[in-house]
């Protein structure tokens, strides 16, 4: 909750969901439909991610939380969170992840971020947040062992 605090491109409801949706994983991760990772180093947990399996689709996913401590971003500590998160989602056969984020200029680095990561945007919904602030919804295919 520190991390996500302190992380400037949150609203303070936004964090408030997170936090209600990272208790619900702690009180039964089972029926909670979230899964949770945490990296930690020598002074604790320095990030994490939040994902769970698409209700009503085969094999879709979403990626609802990511972050990293401002102290530790360019590190790869998002890259390895998105890469531990992706792998088991494959285990998972899963086919595809979604993330919903924010246009505004704020987001720029977290856009940046997962294009780096092989994420394309795929389909905006102009002031959907609030006016001026478009949802952009971002897709990644992963490789099943079959040809996507």
């Known amino acids: 909750m520190r ?4 992380t400037p491109e949150f609203k303070t409801f936004e964090v408030d969901v997170a936090e209600e949706v990272i208790d619900s994983y702690l009180r039964d ?6 899964h949770v990772l945490v990296a930690e180093d020598e002074d604790g947990v320095c990030g994490y991610i939040c ?3 698409t209700p009503c689709t085969i094999g879709t996913w979403d990626i609802y939380w990511v972050a990293v401590a401002r102290e530790k971003r360019r590190k790869g500590i998002g890259k390895l969170l998105s890469g531990a998160a992706e792998a088991a989602i494959r285990k998972a056969c899963g086919r595809m992840i979604v993330i919903e984020t924010s246009s505004t200029p704020l987001y720029e680095n977290t856009r940046r971020f997962y294009a780096g990561q092989g994420y394309e945007v795929i389909a905006r919904v102009p002031d959907f947040y609030a006016p001026g602030d478009d949802k952009l919804i971002l897709r990644k295919l992963l490789e ?4 996507v």
């Open 3 to 6: 991390i996500l605090r302190a």
């Open 29 to 34: 991760p089972v029926r909670s439909g979230y």
């Open 51 to 53: 994902y769970g399996e």
């Open 144 to 147: 099943t062992g079959k040809e």
